[in-house]
């Protein structure tokens, strides 16, 4: 599979618990982003990151969530303390580089906080 | 003048129409203007994308027309499919920014 890989494709946690979701890129892209959609709703914007390094972080909550894209590794989006509120689904996209404007999404991971 | 605005929030089409799905921008650095196509339950699919030194982008069954000065772009789906029906997110890029800003989504459905 060349595409964009995420895991868990749904992961149930109860409030208080820890998520972690993990990206992996397509073969060959070193850019990553984080998305976060709500039902019924559009994409929102979490987080840019480039191999150990954050990018942009302007959407994401100040608390609880945190992002990583180690040298070896896929990346991770960690949310701490999980409340009903972070239920959502939470797409990764990967792109070439800077100059590559084309985004290639991933299946998405469906978190549910019970 | 971050935001996208898409309409219509939903769309009925007959097997062989077209579908017309429209988006507003205000900020003028948008430089970048990708339409998704997304099924439920899965991530959304790069359809088409176009930049503002061009009115119009066809690939296929799909084209996106770019109006710059009234700042709209908007996507025609030719000879609508009930494989078409999904839901579909236009978004827009700033060269000096990497994130997408999305619109809200057009749930079309294409009755056979």
């Known amino acids: 599979n060349a595409g964009v890989m995420q895991n868990p494709r749904h992961l149930v946690r109860r409030r208080g618990q820890e998520a972690r979701l993990r990206c992996s890129p397509m073969k060959g892209h070193s850019h990553v982003y984080w998305y976060r959609q709500l039902p019924e709703e559009g994409l929102k914007f979490m987080v840019y990151?480039?191999?150990?390094?954050?990018?942009?972080e302007s959407g994401m909550p100040k608390e609880r969530f945190s992002a990583e894209f180690p040298k070896e590794g896929p990346s991770i989006l960690r949310i701490q303390q999980v409340v009903r509120g972070d239920s959502a689904a939470y797409f990764c996209a990967s792109s070439f580089g800077d100059s590559s404007y084309e985004q290639y999404f991933g299946p998405g991971t469906r978190l549910t906080v019970t | 003048q971050q935001q996208v605005k898409q309409s219509p929030q939903s769309l009925i089409v007959q097997k062989g129409g077209i579908s017309i799905i429209n988006c507003a921008y205000e900020n003028t650095a948008f430089d970048y203007f990708p339409w998704y196509q997304q099924f439920p339950g899965k991530g959304p699919a790069l359809l088409i994308a176009?930049?503002?030194?061009?009115s119009e982008k066809k690939e296929g069954r799909f084209t996106i027309s770019f109006n710059k000065s009234a700042k709209q772009f908007s996507l025609h789906i030719m000879d609508s499919q009930p494989g078409d029906s999904a839901t579909y997110f236009c978004?827009?890029?700033?060269?000096?920014?990497?994130?997408?800003?999305f619109g809200s989504g057009t749930r079309l459905l294409v009755r056979p």
């Open positions: 990151l480039q191999k150990e390094n954050i990018i942009d």
């Open positions: 176009i930049r503002p030194d061009v």
């Open positions: 978004a827009a890029r700033m060269d000096s920014s990497y994130k997408l800003i």
